[in-house]
């Protein structure tokens, strides 16, 4: 199975950081990669797919990159609707396994 | 707009089954693949099952393999996963997704609510 890891696990941030949330995966993807938010009781929503491309509706100041092995996950501007859960997720083979998330609080 | 609707969660004793259903609307359910995915209290998300869009292919995770069985009626719009010999560590919530194929690579588009499934004695 494909392992992967998200750093760090738990991060404090204020309105208009910029942050960054990182994935490697234990072998290569190539771009098998995506980002999902998720809130508390509610359900995952997607943000990135195929690594980079943003999802309809999700703002820009979301983007994705990387490849292979290592994935970033950037929001350039923190909003406070921004505080949550993020996971990634492979989708190169099954089982398609999600990052252990990185809960995203407020500073 | 694309809805996904669980139901069927409830508390079960261990060893005992449930049916889960997923009710979709708002696009052409045959034409998709849909996937089962769990989060356990406090933890995080758990691929459970994969099944093509003519049933053709299933995939699932080896802690429920022999055990879950997933399927679909395309007619009723419904995807299902069968749990039996159900255990204390299947408690959680458990979504649909639907999987959404673009440039040979796929994503988990959209998602529904979410049942409870708690096994316990």
């Known amino acids: 199975d494909i392992q992967m890891t998200q750093s760090p696990s738990s991060l404090s941030a204020s309105v208009g950081d910029r942050v960054t949330i990182t994935c490697r995966a234990s072998?290569?993807?190539?771009?098998?990669l995506s980002w999902y938010q998720q809130k508390p009781g509610k359900a995952p929503k997607l943000l990135i797919y195929?690594?980079?491309n943003l999802q309809s509706g999700v703002p820009s100041r979301f983007s994705g990159s990387g490849s292979g092995t290592d994935f970033t996950l950037t929001i350039s501007s923190l909003q406070p609707e921004d505080f949550a859960t993020y996971y990634c997720?492979?989708?190169?083979?099954?089982?398609?396994?999600f990052g252990q998330g990185t809960k995203l609080e407020i500073k | 707009e694309v809805q996904l609707v669980e139901s069927g969660g409830g508390l079960v004793q261990p060893g005992g089954s449930l049916r889960l259903s997923c009710a979709a609307s708002?696009?052409?359910?045959?034409?998709?693949?849909m996937n089962w995915v769990r989060q356990a209290p406090g933890k995080g998300l758990e691929w459970v099952s994969y099944?093509?869009?003519?049933?053709?292919?299933?995939y699932y995770a080896d802690s429920v393999k022999g055990r879950f069985t997933i399927s679909r009626d395309n007619a009723k719009n419904s995807l299902y996963l069968q749990m039996n010999s159900l255990r204390a560590d299947d408690t959680a919530v458990y979504y649909c997704?639907?999987?959404?194929?673009?440039?040979?690579?796929?994503?988990?588009?959209?998602w529904g609510q979410g049942t409870l499934v708690t096994v316990s004695s």
């Open positions: 997704a639907r999987a959404y194929f673009w440039s040979g690579r796929t994503t988990f588009d959209y």
């Open positions: 708002g696009f052409v359910f045959s034409g998709y693949s």
């Open positions: 099944i093509s869009s003519s049933s053709s292919t299933i």
């Open positions: 072998q290569s993807i190539s771009g098998h």
């Open positions: 195929t690594a980079s």
């Open positions: 997720q492979q989708s190169y083979s099954t089982p398609y396994t």
